[in-house]
């Protein structure tokens, strides 16, 4: 009877309550992409914030146009990357094409940037891709989402 009682408890603690847990599997983190914490908003100029495309919405790359740099997460380090190149006409301070890095770590970005009625100051990243290429390692492309915002 105590082992019944004791089976009963586990399998009730073990049971989900409706909501799907969700456990981050992504290959992002295997090549050394982690989430970065928590990012503010602009202090001067416009901010690109970009999440993974898939459910949970990691935050895996914060730009400034006033400072030129990008910010991704490397091994669990904040790296910051300067600005390397763009290609198209910006808009907000970022461009559809552009690229960050070191001779250590470069992102290429490929960005639908949206114009909405609904924003003011900034513009909706729909879709996109995150490009990471690492000195001496494979290339890693990420989709993305994201946003720009701007300080008004």
């Keep these: 009877m105590r082992w019944a009682c004791l089976l009963a408890l586990l399998l009730t603690g073990c049971a989900t309550s409706g909501r799907e847990r969700t456990v981050t599997t992504s290959p992002i983190f295997s090549k050394g992409l982690g989430v970065l914490p ?3 908003p602009p202090r001067a100029g416009c901010a690109l914030y970009l999440y993974s495309a898939g459910q949970g919405r990691l935050l895996l790359l914060a730009a400034d146009s006033s400072t030129g740099t990008a910010r991704i997460m490397l091994d669990g380090v ?3 990357l300067p600005f390397i190149a763009f290609d198209g ?3 907000s301070g970022f461009s559809r ?3 960050y890095g070191t001779e250590q770590a470069q992102v290429a970005l490929d960005l639908d940037l949206a114009g909405r009625t609904d924003m003011r100051g900034g ?3 729909e ?3 995150l ?3 690492l000195a001496g390692a494979d290339s890693l492309a990420v989709p993305v ?3 720009i915002a701007c300080k008004t």
């Design 38 to 40: 928590p990012q503010g």
């Design 78 to 80: 904040v790296t910051i």
């Design 89 to 91: 006409i910006p808009q």
């Design 97 to 99: 094409h552009m690229s």
């Design 123 to 125: 513009a909706a990243i």
């Design 127 to 129: 879709s996109g891709s």
């Design 131 to 133: 490009r990471l290429d």
């Design 145 to 147: 989402r994201g946003l």
